[in-house]
């Protein structure tokens, strides 16, 4: 069973950075693909970063491009979504989530962990 866990939300000032992590267990990931989400009130879930474990390649929302980065610590399987130069737009609730290479939903999600970035 794929387990992953969110940590390292909070308020932050916009301007400010905060980096998240997402501690992925219950199975070997180098055959997943791995991505951040969020959704702030009203508003649809989107994608905000993402990569191929054994690849590597990300993308990035064009929303985040040059501020945001992912990436992964392999023996820890953690991910991680390090984000800089925050805005208030920003604000959301951030989901990791993990879905097989030959699969194209986003099957495993964590619990979610709040960003809010105040002006």
């Known amino acids: 069973q794929v387990q992953l866990e969110e940590s390292g939300g909070g308020l932050v000032q916009a301007g400010g950075s905060l980096r998240l992590s997402c501690a992925a267990s219950?199975?070997?990931?180098?055959?997943?693909?791995m991505g951040w989400f969020r959704q702030a009130p009203g508003k649809e879930r989107e994608l905000v970063a993402g990569?191929?474990?054994?690849?590597?390649?990300?993308f990035y929302a064009d929303s985040v491009k040059g501020r945001f980065t992912i990436s992964r610590e392999t023996a820890e399987n953690t991910v991680y979504l390090q984000m800089n130069s925050l805005k208030p737009e920003d604000t959301a609730v951030y989901y990791c989530?993990?879905?097989?290479?030959?699969?194209?939903?986003?099957?495993?999600w964590g619990q979610g962990t709040q960003v809010t970035v105040s002006s």
């Open positions: 989530a993990a879905r097989s290479i030959s699969s194209s939903d986003f099957n495993y």
């Open positions: 219950g199975r070997t990931f180098s055959s997943y693909v």
């Open positions: 990569f191929s474990w054994s690849g590597a390649v990300a």
